[in-house]
């Protein structure tokens, strides 16, 4: 999935802390797709640019959509 390629891709930059979280937000039938990411934090940051430098034991937090564990299709 999209969110842990970037986790893997955070990893193999040499951080550490990489925390994913499902936001079981979905519903079927809505335009967000599983697994699309809402917000990337670093140290809680959520404002920075693509050349930004962080230490490698950041706390990193993705939050992306999905659906519920107990969602049922219809």
């Given amino acids: ?3 842990t390629r970037r986790s893997s891709d955070l990893e193999e930059a040499g951080f550490s802390k990489i ?3 499902a ?3 979905l519903k079927f039938g809505l335009f967000d797709k599983e697994g699309e990411v809402e917000e990337v934090s670093i ?3 959520t404002s920075f640019k693509k050349k930004s430098v962080f230490p490698k034991k950041a ?3 993705i939050q992306y959509h999905s659906f519920p564990e107990n969602a049922e299709e219809k």
């Fill in 19 to 21: 925390e994913l979280i």
């Fill in 43 to 45: 140290n809680g940051d």
């Fill in 1 to 3: 999935s999209f969110p």
């Fill in 59 to 61: 706390a990193v937090r």
């Fill in 23 to 25: 936001l079981d937000d």
